[in-house]
């Protein structure tokens, strides 16, 4: 994606209204092609004007923007618009228009012939999953979350290469949204059509987005990779939109095992006698023993059950232990690993280097902590000493 | 004749003046349809451009309420001054007061035009010229139509008055009633036609204006 040619560009641009307030200003991102942005920002915060300066409906009072490398200003404003797909709010269907007529809306203004039109029109309903019959129906006749479905597609009837949507999906119920989501997500991976979307819908932004740009009252605060929203907010206001919740869940997303992870486990050597491994389970208040070797290297596990079943004075834990069903690397992702310990019911799972040196264990009980700090935020732990706390859990989220 | 029932009376005068009374009728309903159109022909247009200069828009808006307010055999009579006796005064007489609900309901239809429509149509770029017979106007029709439907309806009445400046028409026959001895028949035989062409006039642009109406262009 990083390789990917530009395809608009907004350098120092500002757009001052007439009494002096400022919609914009000092806005400077760069939108290649194939890549959905969304503007997020609240009300008034100028997201919709940066958008509209795209395809010239508001006329920036200073700086240039570029439309696939020439500036928007050379453009006739008719013909850059009919070039760039455009939908608003509430569909902006042509309420005399039939479907298809609506659809068609662009290629009529571009003289297309009729035939090509029709085979337009015909394609663009498929597209949008609605019978062929709706094209002779008008807007009023279909629902809302249909309507929309007619505004997405018409925005491609002309082979556009940049979509700009103006919160779209604002006035739909939840469920009508995700599947215009995925309608839309699917133009811009499959087809791939560079989406620029307005929304104040964080979820919606993190759901759709591969690059967000976060404006507040005229100025951007911060333009980035959701990930890296997450992992690294700008600044508090940054932090309130995307709300407590969503930073500790993206924590979750990216800590590695290894920072949750207890560095003491239960372990014995191979060479100890069973009894040693009863008084060691005894001490540490366990029913389960991770077996190493001299050198630390994790071979196996031994349990209550086994010990009780195959007990004999002489036998060693060598004799009896069980190979290991299930380790993870230090470095695999907790998101990876906590669905899979709480599925399958381990009670714990060994952490090995990757030379298969055991160096902890990831506990249910480290999984509560986790789900306690999403849950009820950061409070003292009570074991501090027994989980190791990545810096970013114990003192807030500047720093993943 | 004095001595039969006014309804004999008034067959007798349809029998006997049918054709002079069907010229009157066709005489009178032009009279006002070329006022009306005048003012339709002058209204839409300016009604289109003060939707776009809503200042200016006040201005003109308020002068032609002001016409309004004058009553009609006043406005006759001023007019007449000016262009004499004939079917003309009346014509610029309708003209003037069809004015008002023309340039009103142009100015209110394209007003009303949903701003989001607007908007797309601009954004999927449209010229303005595209935008304003493509868009505004077929959305702002019916409210133009029912302006012209008031207008005419009002102007088939004045036209009636009209007959007083010699204009002609069926107000002449309802004049030349009152001032005969039992001119009864003579009255009803130019006020119900009169009354008629009204009604229908407004039947007939009233179903045009549902035809107009957005919502129901599928029904077509």
Known sequence: MSTAKEIVSFRNVAKKYRGGSVGVENINVTIKEGEFVCFIGTSGSGKTTTMRMINRMIDPSKGKITFKGHNIRHYDPVRLRRTIGYVIQNNGLMPHMTIQENITLVPKLLKWPQEKMDKKAHELIKLADLPESYLDRYPAELSGGQQQRIGVVRALAADQDLILMDEPFGALDPITRDDLQELIKHLQEELGKTIVFVTHDMDEALKLATHIVIMDSGHVIQDDTPDNILQHPANDFVKDLLGEERLLQAQQNTLSVSDIMSTNPAKITLGKSLAEAIRTMSLRHVDYLLVTDDDNKLKGYIDLETINERYSKDASVSDIYNCTRMKFRKDSYLRDTSEKILKQGYKYVPIVDKDNYLIGTVTRASLVNIIYDAIWGKEELDNPDEIKLPASIAKGSDKS | ?220
């Open chain 2, 1 to 220: 004749m004095a001595d039969q029932p006014l309804w004999n009376q008034l067959i007798f005068y349809f029998t006997h003046n049918g054709l002079y009374i069907l010229q009157q009728f066709g005489r009178h309903f032009l009279i006002s349809f070329y006022g009306v159109l005048l003012a339709a022909v002058i209204g839409i247009p300016l009604g289109i451009y003060i939707a776009n200069h809503y200042r200016l828009g006040d201005f003109i808006i308020s002068v032609a309420n002001v016409i309004q307010t004058i009553p009609s055999l006043a406005m006759l009579s001023i007019v007449m001054l000016v262009l004499g006796l004939g079917a003309n005064t009346v014509i610029v007489t309708i003209f003037l007061y069809s004015i008002l609900p023309i340039l009103k309901n142009t100015y209110t239809g394209m007003k009303n035009v949903d701003p989001n429509i607007i908007d797309s149509a601009k954004g999927m770029g449209m010229t303005g010229l595209q935008l304003l017979y493509m868009v505004k106007l077929p959305l702002a029709m019916s409210v133009i139509m029912s302006g012209i439907r008031t207008a005419m309806v009002v102007a088939i009445g004045n036209t009636a008055i009209g007959a007083f400046v010699g204009a002609g028409g069926l107000g002449d026959m309802i004049i030349r009633g009152t001032n005969a001895t039992d001119g009864a028949p003579l009255i009803l035989a130019g006020a119900l036609p009169t009354a008629l062409m009204a009604v229908i006039t407004d039947l007939v642009i009233g179903s045009l204006q549902k035809y107009f109406e957005p919502n129901n262009l599928h029904k077509k």
